[in-house]
């Protein structure tokens, strides 16, 4: 199906897997409702929501072809998720402050990412960004972005995996994110937050 790009088993049982699980080690998704924002062939949603049978996971993509695929195998797997195939910035509109934890991998900068995430988030509830090598940069060119849609960064966590340091960046949601948020994503790409 070529949704992903890693494909030998222990490549794929290390930085698809175990990095999606670290979202466990991060956070209490016992119970949560979480949505996976770009969750491509299902990393890290699918993952967590096997690990943690209790939490209500919605995958969430506009790629229909990989949310097909997931519709497909997760009844086999015995996974219960629901599958979104959608915009996360047209999602929003009917799901604003839904969810206890929004979580993405791999999907854009954090600037951007945040603006397509926060808006998700109910207050008291978080944003967790699994991230790679230039983590410090993107939280600091993305300072004012998470501050001007609700959120204030709490700390990032480190997880060595396969001879590499992955990050996540946990964002709690202090306040409700401004109306005028998301944009359309096309204004997003064009004019991030900064």
């Not at 949505?35 to 096997?50: M, Q, R, T, W, Y």
């Not at 230039?134 to 501050?147: F, H, L, R, Y």
């Not at 306040?175 to 998301?182: E, L, V």
């Amino acid at each position: 199906m070529n949704l992903t790009a890693i494909t030998e088993p222990e490549a794929v049982a290390q930085l698809h897997f175990l990095d999606s699980l670290t979202v466990l080690r991060t956070a209490d998704c016992r119970g949560k409702s979480i949505v996976d924002v770009g969750c491509g062939a299902g990393f890290p949603g699918v993952p967590v929501a096997i690990a943690e049978p209790t939490a209500h996971v919605t995958l969430l993509d506009s790629l229909q072809k990989r949310m097909n695929w997931l519709r497909e195998v997760l009844p086999g797997l015995g996974v219960e998720a629901q599958v979104v195939s959608a915009r996360a910035e047209e999602y929003a509109a009917g799901h604003r402050e839904q969810y206890d934890l929004a979580v993405s991998r791999a999907v854009a900068r954090l600037n951007i990412l945040c603006e397509l995430c926060l808006p998700l988030v109910k207050v008291g509830g978080q944003f967790l960004a699994l991230k790679g090598a230039a983590t410090n940069q993107e939280v600091e060119e993305a300072a004012k972005a998470i501050a001007a849609l609700g959120g204030k960064v709490a700390r990032i966590a480190e997880y060595p995996i396969a001879g590499a340091v992955h990050r996540i960046v946990v964002i709690d949601k202090v306040r409700p994110t401004p109306a005028q948020y998301p944009r359309k994503f096309a204004k997003i790409k064009q004019m991030p937050l900064k």
